[in-house]
């Protein structure tokens, strides 16, 4: 592949996991203990940091998996919390 592909393709992998990463701190925003919040934000903030140089597009995959998953797990956890 050539590199302006491949930089291409990683710029935009970059924006859909940062995109994940605003979605991720804007449901843990809605958490209404502070204490829970805090933990929430730090937990997320310490794993995007830890996985930020990752370059195997199989473990970047995966770990994108895992991010939607923890995410989708939270919406619902805080969606029944509200009903």
Not at 37 to 61: C, H, M, P
Not at 67 to 80: D, G, M, R, S, Y
Request: aromatic share 6%; proline share 2%; glycine share 2%.
């Amino acid at each position: 592949p050539s590199s302006k592909l491949v930089v291409a393709c990683q710029f935009l992998q970059r924006q859909k996991i940062l995109g994940i990463y605003r979605n991720m701190l804007r449901t843990i925003r809605q958490v209404p203990d502070e204490a829970d919040k805090k933990y929430l934000r730090d937990w997320a903030r310490d794993e995007f940091k830890r996985n930020k140089g990752a370059t195997d597009q199989d473990v970047i995959r995966m770990m994108v998996t895992q991010a939607n998953n923890h995410l989708e797990e939270l919406q619902k956890t805080l969606a029944l919390a509200r009903s």
